[in-house]
């Protein structure tokens, strides 16, 4: 089965200490959800939902995740430290990663050049096909719009593109299937405006595992065979006319 993208949500706010996001449409169990966090300068996260683990966090940047239950909430809720601007990003993926341990390796380097590139430093995977995924994040007053990576396989999917003027915050979401293995190299987002206040993680996630791995081979070979299997037949129905 393959590694895609379900749905994504946003909100923001140009000043507040909480702040809610909905859950992304279709969510269901055992999908990964990441959630992209910025929260300006005077602020700091204090209080997460309940099940999302911080995976990293760096000055007005946090990046957290939770394999979806049985049961989820219609939003989630975050708590800041002061009542300054406040964006949040939820993002659902499906398929294509091992449930019970979903993160293979990230990175989170700060990139402050006052440049049009949020540079995502590499991360590794320990063998071809595994998901590798890209948040971009910056701050500043002017609309802005991102560019995917064009490294790697030069496939990356764009899964989120968004700006908003209450939280004055610009992020870019991104995911591949990456046909190689071991360091991905640096993965550069290119803004359209210029700044030192952004940041950028990547994350690798691990391929499924046991019984879910051979039921993916399994589904997959299935297909194979049956799309071998009717184009055998189409074939010997135009031989027959």
């Known amino acids: 089965m393959a590694f895609a993208k ?7 706010s140009s000043g507040a200490k909480t702040l809610s996001c909905d859950k992304p449409a279709g969510t269901a ?12 300068t005077g602020g700091s ?3 997460s939902p309940t099940g999302w683990t911080l995976l990293a966090s760096s000055g007005m940047h946090y990046l957290y995740y939770k394999v979806a239950g049985a049961s989820e909430p219609a939003s989630y809720t975050w708590e800041q430290s002061a009542s300054v601007r406040f964006a949040i990003s939820i993002i659902t993926y ?4 091992d449930t019970a341990n979903p993160i293979e390796s990230y990175s989170n380097t700060p990139y402050t050049t006052n440049d049009t590139s ?14 590798i995924l890209v948040f971009a994040q910056q701050y500043g007053s002017t609309e802005r719009t991102h560019t995917a990576p064009a490294t790697q396989d030069d496939q990356w999917a764009e899964d989120l593109d968004t700006y908003n003027t209450d939280s004055d915050c610009g992020r870019a979401i991104y995911s591949d299937v990456w046909s190689g293995s071991g360091s991905t190299g ?5 803004s359209s405006v210029a700044t030192t206040s952004k940041h950028a993680f990547a994350v690798a996630l691990n391929p499924p595992s046991g019984i879910a791995k051979v039921l993916g081979k399994a589904v997959a070979s299935i297909a194979g065979m049956a799309g071998k299997s009717w184009a055998s037949i189409a074939k010997i129905a135009g031989k027959t006319k």
């Open 118 to 131: 949020i540079v995502a430093e590499a991360v590794t995977t320990s063998g071809a096909n595994h998901a």
């Open 6 to 12: 379900i749905d994504a949500t946003v909100a923001n």
């Open 45 to 47: 996260i204090t209080s």
């Open 186 to 190: 640096t993965m550069t987002v290119t």
């Open 29 to 40: 169990q055992n999908d990964i959800m990441f959630a992209l966090v910025f929260c300006y």
């Open 94 to 97: 499906r398929d294509g990663f």
